[in-house]
């Protein structure tokens, strides 16, 4: 597609369900990225695919996140059991092979934890 | 990861010319400099990239200095549309995948 496109654009699920975040990269792109942001704060780096290389899953705060990648593209971002402080805006990002080149970001899934 | 340092906020005026600083004095031989734009509910958007010297787009200009260790960014002419948070990062690919970490940019506000 044109941009990266992710879903839901909002979620508000109850403390302790479990939650799917879904992003499509741009075609072709084989780097994506998991980020996450709270409110009025920076991106905290989560995850990340290249092609059908092992993902690097150092930025995943508990157990209870993982991320899977499907046929190098969607990739889907699930949340076990969740948290209040789960609460914030998911935002998958991809670029082309992972090189210097600028990440093209979703406009993310805001996540409240009731 | 090199660390970056830059203002929290900047007040500006349209029409007026912004640079934005930011210090990286850990840049490595093989990092790149980045800057993203974000506005509120949106994810942030690639703005321009640099190694050194001096790099122009339509949007921005970003300025390096030989040693490295800061670049700034320059919007000319702002308008009230370039409210938003601004990130400065460095990384590379060279060693593997690049891994940004994002700070807490720098939040400008421009007034009428």
């Known amino acids: 597609g044109a941009g990266v496109s992710q879903s839901p654009s909002n979620k508000v699920t109850e403390k302790g369900k479990d939650v799917e975040l879904r992003c499509d990269p741009i075609?072709?792109?084989?780097?994506l990225y998991w980020y996450r942001q709270s409110l009025g704060q920076g991106l905290e780096f989560l995850i990340y695919?290249?092609?059908?290389?092992?993902?690097?899953k150092s930025g995943l705060p508990s157990d209870r996140f993982s991320a899977e990648r499907t046929g190098g593209s969607v990739s889907t971002l699930t949340i076990q059991r969740t948290q209040q402080e789960d609460s914030a805006v998911y935002l998958c990002?991809?670029?082309?092979?992972?090189?210097?080149?600028?990440?093209?970001f979703g406009s993310g899934t805001r996540l409240t934890v009731v | 990861l090199a660390k970056t340092t830059q203002p929290i906020s900047m007040d500006s005026y349209e029409g007026q010319e912004v640079n934005i600083t930011c210090s990286h004095n850990?840049?490595?031989?093989?990092?790149?400099i980045t800057w993203y734009q974000q506005f509120p509910s949106q994810g942030p958007r690639f703005i321009i990239q640099?190694?050194?010297t001096k790099v122009t787009n339509e949007v921005a200009s970003l300025f390096i200095p030989a040693d490295r260790k800061s670049s700034t960014l320059s919007l000319p002419r702002v308008s009230l549309s370039d409210t938003a948070v601004y990130y400065c990062?460095?990384?590379?690919?060279?060693?593997?995948?690049?891994?940004?970490?994002f700070g807490t940019g720098t939040r400008l506000l421009v007034s009428p």
């Open positions: 990062l460095v990384g590379s690919t060279f060693t593997g995948f690049q891994k940004l970490v």
């Open positions: 640099g190694y050194k």
């Open positions: 075609s072709g792109h084989t780097a």
């Open positions: 695919f290249q092609g059908n290389s092992a993902p690097d």
């Open positions: 990002a991809s670029n082309l092979r992972g090189g210097d080149y600028g990440y093209t």
């Open positions: 850990n840049i490595a031989t093989n990092d790149y």
